[in-house]
Each structure stands twice: as structure tokens, then as C-alpha cells.
């Protein structure tokens, strides 16, 4: 019902050619011209009070969304900006975003399942679940343990080589789960070294980047409460600050949810 054929950007909307044709492949000028130019701008809901829901905040957006017609008859989106005006902390996405590696792109494949398997675990640990009728704790209990287990969780629990030293088992025999996490630890950390050090060649292009200054900030107010003995960084300030939080998101994700969760053995023959 919104969209309709642009013959000329809206002020606050500061696309330009550049950004929208690589290489002077295209001309938005001449595209309107030939009708090829459609414009969705959802101003309605712009300065809307968003709702709050079991007492978590909702947020909306008022984007302005571009799309080209293109010679093969398909309608694509080419560049959006989330809110109204124009600012530094309100960018244009584009689609070659997405073919770019950066930062934000390189968790996708760790974390992009984390919320749908969560939602379902709530079935399972629900008093109507699964969990009451086989655990011992029940669920009473697992609240307690698992209010215990995160009032003690620290930034240096989550890392293993730092864990492993601080609960000092490095010379412990037959401690498997030291000996391939710490070798799990060493290759991500490896890859994510190469990755983000391409793309922050020193620590001020780190101490600059707005957005990861707010994601981890945000990670600190909301997931672990502001509390400062967590040991949870409030910023990043060099590069090997950034390096080593994300191979513990990636550790965390990966090879510490396979050690605690693939030993688990199953009530039921279920599949997997």
C-alpha cells in the first residue's frame, strides 16, 4: 500500500549514485526517468511510542526503502535507512553490505540458531515440560542453581585458557575436555585474529567504530547488568580486546555447548 514510482529522493533521504551503482554502472537520474525507481517511506510511523511487551521494551522504526526495477524484470531493494533524518548514527544499508566480511557477518553463523533453540528449550524447562518429570531439581531447583551459576559466572569462566589456569587443573591427567578446548580455543582464536585484524589495523579503528563500542556496552548493561565484577568489558580498546570476545562468543557457541550439552544422556530414544 506504500510503495510507489519515485521521480525525485525525498530530502531526507541522501542517496546517490555512487552508493547505489558500482563503478557508474547506473544513473538514479535516469533510471526515475525511465520508471525503473520505486520508493516505500513509512513515515507514518516515525516518533510512534513503541510498546512494551511482559515488560521488555519494543522498538519501531520509520525507514525510506529504494528499489530498482532491474533489465531482468525483478523489483530489488537498493538502499534503506532505518529512521527519518539523516545522521552519523543512521546509515544507508545497501545490498553489497552483506558480500563484504566484517565483523557483525562473522558471528552470523554461530549465533543465527541461538534464539530458536532457546525458545524451545523454554518447553522443555517449563513446569508443563519435560524437565520436572525427569531432573531431581525440578524446576524450583534448576532457579536455583541457575541464579547461583550466574551470579559467580565471570568474563574469565567463559574464556578456557584463562578458567583453566584460575581453577589451576593445567597439569590434571586425562582432562580431555582441557586438552581439546584448549585446542578448539587456539584455532578459533587463530581465525578471528586473521579476520578482524584485516579489518582494524590498529586500536584507534577499534576505540572508533560506534557500533561495536554500543554492542558490547549494550552486552554489559543488558546481559550481565552492569556488574563491573563480572569482568565483562565496557568497551573495546585495542584490537586484541575485540579479538579475544569474540573467539569467546565463538568458543561459547560452538565447542563449550557440544562439551556440556552432547554428553547429555536422553530420557527418551529420541532422534539426534
Known amino acids: 500500500?506504500?510503495?510507489?514510482?519515485?521521480?525525485?529522493?525525498?530530502?531526507?533521504?541522501?542517496?546517490?549514485?555512487?552508493?547505489?551503482?558500482?563503478?557508474?554502472?547506473?544513473?538514479?537520474?535516469?533510471?526515475?526517468?525511465?520508471?525503473?525507481?520505486?520508493?516505500?517511506?513509512?513515515?507514518?510511523?516515525?516518533?510512534?511510542?513503541?510498546?512494551?511487551?511482559?515488560?521488555?521494551?519494543?522498538?519501531?522504526?520509520?525507514?525510506?526503502?529504494l528499489l530498482h526495477k532491474t533489465p531482468d524484470d525483478k523489483l530489488m531493494p537498493i538502499a534503506i535507512q532505518l529512521k527519518q533524518t539523516p545522521a552519523d548514527d543512521n546509515r544507508i544499508f545497501f545490498p553489497t553490505d552483506s558480500e563484504v566480511p566484517s565483523f557483525p557477518h562473522l558471528l552470523i553463523p554461530y549465533t543465527r540458531d541461538t534464539l530458536e533453540i532457546n525458545f524451545f528449550a523454554y518447553f522443555l524447562i517449563s513446569k508443563t515440560g519435560i524437565y520436572p518429570k525427569i531432573a531431581a531439581a525440578g524446576v524450583e531447583g534448576m532457579m536455583t542453581i541457575l541464579k547461583r551459576s550466574l551470579s559467580s559466572m565471570t568474563?574469565?569462566?567463559?574464556?578456557?585458557?584463562?578458567?583453566?589456569a584460575e581453577r589451576g587443573v593445567e597439569a590434571v591427567p586425562n582432562f580431555y575436555y582441557r586438552d581439546d578446548g584448549l585446542k578448539l580455543w587456539d584455532i578459533i582464536q587463530r581465525f578471528v585474529q586473521a579476520v578482524l585484524s584485516y579489518y582494524h589495523r590498529n586500536d584507534t579503528e577499534v576505540q572508533t567504530d560506534s557500533e561495536q563500542q554500543k554492542w558490547i556496552l549494550d552486552i554489559f548493561e543488558h546481559g550481565?547488568?552492569?556488574?563491573?565484577?563480572?569482568?565483562?568489558?565496557?568497551?573495546?580498546?585495542?584490537?586484541?580486546?575485540?579479538?579475544?570476545?569474540?573467539?569467546?562468543?565463538?568458543?561459547?557457541?560452538?565447542?563449550?555447548?557440544?562439551?556440556?550439552?552432547?554428553?547429555?544422556?536422553?530420557?527418551?530414544?529420541?532422534?539426534?
Open 155 to 164: 568474563y574469565s569462566s567463559l574464556c578456557i585458557p584463562d578458567d583453566i
Open 224 to 272: 550481565f547488568l552492569s556488574q563491573a565484577g563480572t569482568g565483562i568489558p565496557q568497551s573495546f580498546t585495542t584490537v586484541a580486546d575485540l579479538i579475544k570476545f569474540v573467539t569467546m562468543v565463538i568458543f561459547t557457541c560452538s565447542g563449550q555447548h557440544s562439551a556440556v550439552n552432547s554428553g547429555q544422556m536422553k530420557p527418551f530414544n529420541l532422534p539426534g
Open 1 to 65: 500500500m506504500l510503495i510507489q514510482r519515485c521521480s525525485a529522493l525525498p530530502d531526507n533521504f541522501p542517496v546517490t549514485d555512487d552508493m547505489v551503482f558500482l563503478r557508474g554502472q547506473g544513473s538514479l537520474r535516469n533510471e526515475m526517468k525511465k520508471g525503473n525507481i520505486f520508493l516505500c517511506d513509512y513515515k507514518i510511523l516515525d516518533g510512534v511510542k513503541a510498546n512494551l511487551i511482559d515488560g521488555k521494551q519494543q522498538y519501531l522504526m520509520a525507514p525510506l526503502v
